[in-house]
């Protein structure tokens, strides 16, 4: 049971109007909270990229990776990621965030 630490998802579909600029700078700023929250180990992001056309309109997927939940709970408190989400919040039409304790399967060769 269990894998590797603790996984946290957000999955972003940005409002029609918001700036390429303005998704960099969000980008920039949520990965410079690895250098703020010292809880948080690790910081990726993607695009969609999938020609299934089942994203519903979700672009971006932002994860941030923990050592436990206590770790996750942590950074969610900090005063650091509260004042980033604040300053955020009005750029997003819908937001999906999933934590989850990878379960690690290995395969023989």
Same mark, same amino acid.
């Given at each position: 049971m269990g894998g590797e630490g603790v996984k946290h998802i957000v999955l972003a579909k940005f409002? @029609? @109007?918001?700036?390429? $600029?303005? /998704? #960099?700078?969000f980008i920039k #700023?949520?990965?410079?909270?690895v250098n703020l929250i010292e809880p948080l180990k690790a910081f990726q992001w993607g695009? $969609?990229?999938?020609? +299934?056309?089942?994203d519903q309109g !979700?672009?971006?997927?932002f994860e941030?990776? !923990?050592e +436990?939940?206590?770790?996750? #709970?942590? !950074?969610?408190?900090?005063?650091?990621? /509260?004042a980033f989400g604040k300053s955020y919040a009005s750029i997003f039409d819908k937001l999906v965030i999933f934590d989850y304790n990878p379960t690690i399967i290995s395969y023989p060769n």
């Open positions: 409002k @029609d @109007d918001v700036s390429e $600029e303005k /998704i #960099n700078e #700023n949520y990965s410079d909270l695009t $969609e990229l999938s020609a +299934s056309n089942m !979700f672009s971006h997927v941030s990776s !923990f +436990s939940v206590q770790g996750l #709970n942590e !950074f969610v408190s900090d005063s650091h990621h /509260i």
